[in-house]
C-alpha cells in the first residue's frame, strides 16, 4: 500500500450512478447533470447533491418537483457536455437533441432515451450539504433501451460503466424489500 493525496479519497467511494435531472419552471424545460446521488431507504427516498451553482437548483427549489433520468453508458459525451454548459443561457434540449416526454405527477419532462426515468418530489433540503432529499412518485424503465449500462463518476474527469452482473439474490432473499 502507498499513501496517496487526499483529495483522491471521493474517486474511491464517489456514489453513483451519473444522472440527468430535468425540471421545467413554468416556460421552459432544462436539464442538468449529477454525479453526487444515492438511495436513503427502502421507502423510495434519494439524495442529490447540488446547490445555487447550478441553474436548475432555483427551480427545483421552487416548483418542489424535478425527473431524475437514468442515462445509459452510451450517452456518457452528451451527459458530460449538457453538465459543461448553463441552462440560463443555453436551451440544452434544443443544443443536445434531447426529446422530452411527458410525466403524470409532475412537471418536468421524461427523458426518451434514458434507461429509466424517476418522477419526484422535494422532501427536504439540507442546505449545509447540499442535500436534496426526494420521494420518488413514479417510475418508468425504457424497455426499447439496449444499453443498460449505467455511468458512474470518478470525481477526477474519468468515468466507469457498469460491467458484469452477479446475482445474489437467492443469499439475500430474507433482507430484500418486498416487491423487488
Given at each position: 500500500?502507498?499513501?496517496?493525496?487526499?483529495?483522491?479519497?471521493?474517486?474511491?467511494?464517489?456514489?453513483?450512478?451519473?444522472?440527468?435531472?430535468?425540471?421545467?419552471?413554468?416556460?421552459?424545460?432544462?436539464?442538468?447533470?449529477?454525479?453526487?446521488?444515492?438511495?436513503?431507504?427502502?421507502?423510495?427516498?434519494?439524495?442529490?447533491?447540488?446547490?445555487?451553482?447550478?441553474?436548475?437548483?432555483?427551480?427545483?427549489?421552487?416548483?418542489?418537483?424535478?425527473?431524475?433520468?437514468?442515462?445509459?453508458?452510451?450517452?456518457?459525451e452528451t451527459v458530460v457536455r449538457i453538465g459543461m454548459v448553463s441552462?440560463?443561457?443555453?436551451?440544452?434540449?434544443?443544443?443536445?437533441?434531447?426529446?422530452?416526454?411527458?410525466?403524470?405527477?409532475?412537471?418536468?419532462?421524461?427523458?426518451?432515451?434514458?434507461?429509466?426515468?424517476?418522477?419526484?418530489?422535494?422532501?427536504?433540503?439540507?442546505?449545509?450539504?447540499?442535500?436534496?432529499?426526494?420521494?420518488?412518485?413514479?417510475?418508468?424503465?425504457?424497455?426499447?433501451?439496449?444499453?443498460?449500462?449505467?455511468?458512474?463518476?470518478?470525481?477526477?474527469?474519468?468515468?466507469?460503466?457498469?460491467?458484469?452482473?452477479?446475482?445474489?439474490?437467492?443469499?439475500?432473499e430474507s433482507k430484500l424489500p418486498p416487491g423487488l
Amino acid at each position: 500500500m502507498k499513501e496517496t493525496s487526499i483529495e483522491k479519497a471521493l474517486t474511491y467511494i464517489e456514489p453513483g450512478p451519473v444522472v440527468l435531472v430535468t425540471t421545467f419552471d413554468g416556460e421552459k424545460n432544462n436539464v442538468m447533470t449529477i454525479s453526487w446521488t444515492m438511495a436513503i431507504d427502502f421507502d423510495q427516498h434519494l439524495v442529490l447533491t447540488t446547490g445555487e451553482w447550478n441553474h436548475s437548483f432555483g427551480t427545483l427549489m421552487h416548483t418542489g418537483e424535478c425527473v431524475v433520468c437514468i442515462p445509459p453508458a452510451e450517452m456518457l459525451e452528451t451527459v458530460v457536455r449538457i453538465g459543461m454548459v448553463s441552462g440560463a443561457d443555453t436551451d440544452k434540449f434544443k443544443r443536445f437533441h434531447l426529446n422530452p416526454l411527458p410525466a403524470q405527477t409532475v412537471q418536468a419532462p421524461l427523458l426518451d432515451g434514458c434507461i429509466a426515468c424517476l418522477e419526484c418530489k422535494v422532501t427536504d433540503y439540507i442546505e449545509r450539504y447540499g442535500f436534496v432529499v426526494l420521494k420518488v412518485t413514479r417510475v418508468v424503465e425504457n424497455t426499447r433501451c439496449q444499453d443498460l449500462r449505467m455511468i458512474h463518476a470518478r470525481g477526477d474527469g474519468t468515468f466507469t460503466a457498469d460491467g458484469a452482473s452477479f446475482n445474489c439474490r437467492e443469499l439475500m432473499e430474507s433482507k430484500l424489500p418486498p416487491g423487488l
